[in-house]
């Protein structure tokens, strides 16, 4: 998916109403998640930049920003599943959620929703 298709796509989500509650929390988290690693990296990034003299950036530090995506992940199948249900709700086929996705078939976005809803499952139930 080409990134004018995906600039595209943040534009005219933008541009939604806010609902009364605010965000969904997992999207808060996600989102939060996402700015504190984003931030880690150009701190690093920064630092490289300028010869590295103090680093600013810990071993720990890049660890601590590897622990969050295992739940960056789970938090991301969430709301992805959560959007295609959504997207079935608004009698969307299974080949025009392909399209969306990028995907080649509309058994391909069947089978990615159904791993998605097994992962998710099994976090649940504590097997991952």
Do not use: C, K
């Amino acid at each position: 998916m080409g990134r004018d298709v995906r600039q595209q796509a943040r534009e005219q989500l933008a541009a939604l109403e806010e609902p009364v509650g605010g965000d969904e929390p997992a999207a808060q988290g996600l989102h939060g998640d996402v700015l504190l690693v984003a931030r880690l990296l150009s701190v690093a990034a920064e630092n490289r930049r300028d010869g590295g003299r103090e680093p600013s950036v810990t071993a720990d530090d890049v660890g601590a920003a590897l622990t969050l995506f295992e739940g960056m992940r789970e938090q991301l199948d969430r709301l992805e599943a959560q959007a295609v249900l959504e997207a079935r709700r608004h009698a969307m086929d299974w080949r025009r959620i392909a399209a969306h996705q990028g995907l080649n078939s509309s058994q391909a976005a069947s089978q990615r929703y159904q791993r998605l809803i097994t992962r998710l499952e099994e976090i649940r139930q504590g097997v991952r």
